[in-house]
């Protein structure tokens, strides 16, 4: 049997009849008892037929050990095998076009007359004439950010919530006409979804909490109230439940209850008078995120796995449990591929949903036979809706500069230019070269950077974190201003909530929000049980889950564990008919990552689980195109590699990270810090079988999987050099490669003319010293020049406010 000792793991001999146990061998490679062991904890073993010994698999071969003498031998073989592989997805993607088209609304909601559509993009409520009419703001400010309108039933107001990160949140009314909204809120708060009571006396709202990215203050007293239009005192009608609306009635308020339970959550929807009491549950389902009753009170909408379904409210006196596939009650499906934010029309015969930029409606003739009316056959659901989208510009600063006498660091091959000049023109790199040979027009700011070093941005592709919780987007993202301050220019998130990162990424682009260039997957292709289940029989079913993501603004998904080798076929396949990228969830199963790579996945997200790699693995994986980001800051197979780095230096006192992250996020885990001896760190012998990848020819990229804001790349980034990269080729991962893997490399990853002026101005050498890359003067994003130690903008332009934990009533500083 297998045991580990220390951190050997050694083949033992049990003696059965006296218990005794003995170490046979100690060169076995790592078992896998530190990760998942779905297959085993190590390659199977066995006895010779004369039990005098025992053959297994260590350091790349088979091998026999005599029992008694402990001798072992090597059983030579040898292999010569070919595999078909897929080729691996890559479309080159332009990263920054001067204007592009806005896809990300939310809380889209047609007037109750049908006359106008109301939506949130790019942080503020637009409101456009149907079927055609182009979107106009609905107010004129610019002081915070404008979440979750909804309609009177007249329509002739709307209710809506906004967000300032210094003054907080409020609830306001304006005309549908537009002007200026009236606060019915008597205190700043954390404040979603409002809606008009039927008869336009109230509104009803909930009260939430705080999240990592806004202000703990005002979070007391959570739940969902009711005000008067005119403003008061608010009162609150019940502690749970989220999503409050009406039906017909306009003391009845309907709310989704979530309750949780093993194995799956309890999902109703539920009913109480405006007091909170006569509490009813009409309703129960597994998946359900959205539930919505007509205006009316004859019908229920509700979306269950990103689809829409709609069905009669059937008024039993006990709750009824639904699903897609129930008999209960008669359901139908009116989404070809997903539908968000449901709403039915004025007069309860039509249902409304969205879709990234388009929005649907369906009559209920269309979607039940029973109905007066209906076609002889019920047509399909609509693959066009009518899209709302709409081009802005996008921010790009109108300087001209230039950089003098640094050493660059280029990423065009192996060069390095000393003594170099680079001319930025608006956001794009003008001229780069020595500064004898780069002409710098005689009317622009030369800034000197003389034995400053200047490297590519760091394109994290990797990168979790919060962009926003409950809908709500801060002006100011500490997270994202950490990342710029450790020069970190590009985000790519492989797991994330479609809605909240696409509406953050378009507000980056528009200049609304200062943070990297944010790409993400959206939300997870996902195989195992839960609201989230993205359910792939088939290649159709494939099709239109990758269409929902990029309906929304993806242009590369995330297969996650599906279980079986069809289904994840089936994603590749769809993805290259629809333009798309897949990265892959690697999961910590090796025999799974190998499948993944044969297919023609973009990538692996995480490192195979194995201590070493030998020849055929680094054969076949580098061959096929398909890159790897290994993670190393949560390496498998041992401690992770973040706890190295908290054991070998202080990080609660790193000032520049402590100037951007508030204490409770850097103290936890850095001050009271796991020490273990230097052979525990698995994530070395990681760094090494990526090594062994580049060598042969493979591709390797950086990726910090959000583990600490900022400092966690350059970790990574070190973490590559500790398994012998070299610094240059450890700097290529954490750029160029990055860039390549991603499509993104016509615009970004190397300092070429042309390019985006994406780049960082360090202070000390990294090609010296690797772990000097943090030591940042200037971090350069779209052609704009950030202070890295306090990330103000370079010029006549504002200085930084403060973030939430930095004023006076925050014990975070």
Same mark, same amino acid.
């Given at each position: ?62 091998? =026999? ?87 009177? =039933? ?32 008597? +205190? ?91 509490? +009813? %549950? ?40 639904? !699903? ?132 590519? !941005? ?28 450790? !020069? ?33 997957? !959206? ?54 008919? $629809? ?9 910590? @199963? ?38 790897? %980001? ?68 493979? =591709? ?19 973490? @590559? ?40 101005? $360090? ?7 690797? =772990? ?17 130690? %306090? ?23």
């Amino acid at each position: 049997f297998i045991r580990r000792v220390r951190f050997k793991t050694t083949l033992f001999l049990h003696e059965i009849e006296s218990g005794a146990e003995w170490p046979l061998y100690d060169g076995l490679d790592r078992d896998m008892q530190e990760t998942w062991a779905v297959h085993g904890v190590y390659p199977n073993i066995a006895w010779t037929p004369d039990s005098k010994s025992i053959v297994f698999w260590a350091q790349g071969g088979i091998r =026999r050990i005599d029992v008694r003498s402990k001798e072992v031998t090597e059983i030579p073989f040898h292999v010569k095998t070919q595999h078909k592989v897929g080729k691996a997805l890559r479309n080159p993607i332009e990263v920054a076009p001067d204007r592009f088209r806005v896809k990300m609304l939310r809380w889209v909601r047609v007037s109750p007359n049908g006359k106008l559509v109301a939506f949130q993009s790019l942080g503020r409520i637009y409101v456009a004439g149907l079927p055609d009419g182009e979107p106009r703001r609905l107010t004129r400010q610019s002081d915070h950010f404008e979440f979750y309108p909804s309609w009177s =039933r007249d329509s002739r107001h709307i209710v809506y919530t906004t967000w300032d990160d210094e003054e907080l949140g409020s609830v306001r009314i304006i005309s549908a006409q537009g002007g200026r909204g009236t606060v019915v809120t008597d +205190r700043p708060g954390h404040y979603v979804e409002p809606v008009f009571s039927p008869d336009g006396t109230k509104v009803i709202y909930r009260r939430i909490s705080a999240d990592r990215l806004r202000s703990p203050t005002w979070t007391h007293e959570r739940g969902v109230y009711s005000v008067p239009v005119q403003g008061g005192k608010p009162q609150l009608v019940i502690k749970k439940g989220n999503r409050p609306h009406f039906g017909s009635e306009d003391d009845r308020l309907y709310l989704l209850d979530i309750e949780a339970t093993d194995p799956d959550d309890r999902r109703a929807l539920i009913s109480v008078e405006l007091d909170g009491s006569d509490e +009813r %549950t009409h309703f129960v389902s597994k998946n359900a995120t959205e539930f919505c009753v007509s205006p009316d009170g004859n019908w229920v909408a509700l979306r269950e796995r990103f689809n829409a379904y709609v069905m009669p409210f059937v008024r039993s006196g006990r709750e009824i449990e639904i !699903g897609p596939k129930s008999k209960s009650v008669p359901m139908r499906k009116v989404s070809r591929d997903a539908g968000a934010y449901l709403h039915f029309s004025g007069d309860s015969r039509r249902l409304h949903w969205s879709l990234g930029p388009e929005f649907y409606g369906r009559d209920l003739t269309d979607a039940f036979a029973f109905l007066e009316g209906s076609p002889e056959e019920l047509p399909e659901p609509a693959v066009r809706g009518i899209d709302m989208g709409f081009e802005v510009e996008a921010d790009v600063p109108t300087d001209e500069y230039a950089l003098v006498g640094a050493r660059i660091i280029t990423m065009r091959g192996d060069e390095v230019i000393d003594e170099g000049a680079i001319v930025v023109e608006k956001n794009r790199i003008k001229a780069i070269g020595p500064k004898d040979s780069v002409t710098v027009p005689g009317d622009v700011k030369v800034i000197d950077v003389s034995s400053n070093t200047i490297m590519p !941005g760091i394109i994290d592709v990797h990168s979790h974190g919060p962009y926003g919780g409950n809908g709500l987007i801060p002006q100011r993202n500490w997270w994202r201003y950490a990342d710029l301050a450790f !020069g970190i220019t590009t985000n790519f998130d492989p797991s994330s909530d479609t809605e909240t990162i696409f509406a953050a990424a378009e507000l980056q682009r528009a200049g609304l929000i200062v943070a990297p260039r944010i790409f993400s997957t !959206g939300r997870i292709i996902y195989g195992a049980a839960g609201t989230s289940k993205a359910e792939i029989d088939s290649l159709d079913d494939a099709r239109s889950h990758i269409r929902r993501l990029k309906a929304a603004g993806a242009f590369c998904v995330k297969n996650y564990n599906q279980p079986r080798r069809d289904q994840r076929q089936q994603i590749i396949a769809a993805a290259r008919e $629809l333009d798309m990228m897949v990265v892959a969830e690697g999961a910590s @199963l090796f025999h799974l990552d190998m499948s993944l790579v044969a297919d023609g996945q973009t990538g692996i997200e995480h490192c195979i689980p194995v201590e070493k790699a030998y020849d055929d693995v680094i054969q076949f994986f580098s061959a096929t195109g398909t890159g790897i %980001t290994p993670t190393l800051i949560v390496g498998y197979g041992g401690i992770w590699g973040e706890n190295y780095w908290y054991q070998h230096s202080n990080v609660w006192e790193n000032q520049r990270l402590l100037t951007f992250v508030p204490r409770d996020a850097v103290d936890p885990r850095s001050r009271r810090r796991t020490m273990a001896p230097e052979e525990e760190y698995n994530h070395i012998n990681l760094a090494r079988f990526c090594k062994q990848l580049i060598n042969a020819g493979g =591709r390797v990229q950086l990726g910090a999987h959000g583990q600490l804001a900022g400092l966690g790349a350059h970790w990574e980034l070190w973490m @590559l050099a500790q398994g012998g990269f070299t610094p240059l080729e450890a700097i290529r991962a954490a750029t160029l490669e990055g860039a390549r893997y991603l499509g993104l490399d016509g615009d970004i990853g190397s300092l070429e003319p042309g390019k985006l002026a994406d780049f960082v101005v $360090l202070e000390d050498d990294p090609l010296e010293n690797i =772990r000097n890359s943090h030591n940042i003067r200037y971090t350069v994003l779209n052609g704009r020049i950030y202070d890295a130690r %306090t990330m103000d903008e370079l010029g006549d332009r504002p200085k930084q406010n403060k973030f939430y934990w930095q004023m006076d009533y925050s014990t975070n500083r």
